[in-house]
């Protein structure tokens, strides 16, 4: 991908010139990115607009919808900044969480760590959610969930339509619906996390009907 001149910083070398743009581009996003997580954790997701980003950055408002297209894409590529260190602790980390530990107890554990996430970052999520269900759906953090999320049911030796399913766990983890349930039916994250081990032990494994 080439960056727009706009953007590069310093002069090109001969024969430099594509690995420069590249690292470049990496350093404008992830200080774009990072002044985006400032503007959230001291004012809310509803101050994270691109016009304020740009001011926070120090950048010119093209420079940031060149670098995400639209709000939108902005959540998503926040969340996918933020996410990235809990994809490596269920694929990479230690049990129950990570490999070791039996498929439906790993998928317990993937949930009551998923609830942790909205819990904190939860306006995020559900801005991200909301401004296009499609999108989410066919977003890189969410086919790496359901991709997750298939596979242990599959090692669990579950019965029925494996994609299906897998939506219908995930809707569960949803940020809208836990935040729903925190903030308006006042239910606890250990209460909502004890109801998502229940449902999961329902239906994963050979003996869920």
Same mark, same amino acid.
């Given at each position: 991908? %080439? ?12 024969? &430099? ?9 990496? !350093?404008?996003?992830? !200080?774009?990115?990072?002044? =985006? @997580?400032?503007?959230? !954790?001291?004012?809310?997701?509803? +101050? ?8 926070? =950055?120090?950048?010119?408002?093209? &420079? ?22 809990? @994809? @490596? =602790?269920?694929? *990479? ?7 070791? +530990? ?7 554990? *993937? ?48 019965? #029925?339509?494996?994609?299906?399913? &897998?939506? &219908? ?5 949803? +940020? #809208? ?5 925190? %903030? ?6 250990? @209460? ?12 994963? #494994?050979?003996?869920?009907?």
């Amino acid at each position: 991908m %080439r960056v727009h001149p706009a953007d590069r910083v310093g002069p090109e070398l001969p024969g &430099t010139a594509e690995p420069a743009e590249r690292a470049d581009a990496a !350093r404008n996003r992830r !200080r774009l990115l990072d002044a =985006a @997580q400032e503007l959230v !954790r001291a004012h809310g997701v509803d +101050a994270l607009t691109m016009d304020a980003l740009a001011k926070r =950055a120090g950048v010119g408002k093209g &420079t940031v919808f060149r670098r995400f297209g639209n709000r939108t894409g902005l959540m998503y590529a926040l969340l996918d900044h933020s996410e990235t260190l809990a @994809q @490596q =602790a269920f694929i *990479f980390g230690p049990p129950p969480l990570g490999p070791g +530990a039996p498929p439906i107890d790993r998928l317990v554990a *993937f949930g009551r760590a998923r609830l942790l996430d909205i819990q904190v970052e939860g306006e995020l999520h559900r801005a991200a959610e909301l401004g296009s269900s499609e999108h989410h759906y066919s977003s890189k953090p969410y086919r790496v969930l359901n991709t997750h999320v298939a596979m242990l049911l599959r090692d669990a030796a579950t019965p #029925g339509d494996i994609a299906l399913l &897998t939506d &219908t766990l995930l809707a569960a983890l949803g +940020a #809208g619906l836990v935040l729903h349930q925190i %903030r308006t039916l006042g239910y606890t994250r250990e @209460q909502i996390g004890d109801n998502w081990e229940a449902l999961v032990r329902r239906v994963a #494994g050979p003996g869920a009907q």
